[in-house]
């Protein structure tokens, strides 16, 4: 069984900065870690996710050049760095954990496993 724990988020103003961190307890083989964000009435939509083994990183479009996908050492822990940050990022923001060599890691029915949600909210 795998928990997720998350940390971070917040208010900021537009132009601001955030971090989340996402802590993954449990052993179990796990070969992608997103963030996702949702919003009252719409999908959830992956906005960041890494493959744990290559680090490889893959981005929604808007948010790349702003926002950064990383991983600690042992791979247990995924941070995101949220930058120039828009009133339209506001969202709760979730860790997912996915147990899928070639998942298509954006895409929210790749996961199994998700954090409690952090809120992110950006004032124009």
């Known amino acids: 069984q795998v928990q997720l724990v998350e940390s971070g988020g917040g208010s900021v103003q537009a132009g601001g900065s955030l971090n989340l961190s996402c802590q993954r307890i449990g052993d179990s083989d796990i070969y992608t870690m997103a963030w996702f964000r949702q919003v009252p009435g719409k999908e959830r939509e992956g906005v960041a996710a890494i493959y744990t083994r290559s680090g490889n990183t893959r981005y929604h479009d808007s948010v790349k050049g702003r926002f950064t996908i990383s991983q600690n050492n042992d791979k247990r822990t995924v941070f995101l760095s949220l930058n120039s940050l828009k009133p339209e990022d506001t969202a709760m923001f979730y860790c997912?954990?996915?147990?899928?060599?070639?998942?298509?890691?954006?895409?929210?029915?790749?996961?199994?496993?998700w954090g409690q949600g952090t809120q992110v909210t950006v004032s124009s």
């Open positions: 997912a954990a996915g147990p899928f060599l070639n998942a298509n890691i954006l895409s929210a029915p790749w996961y199994n496993y």
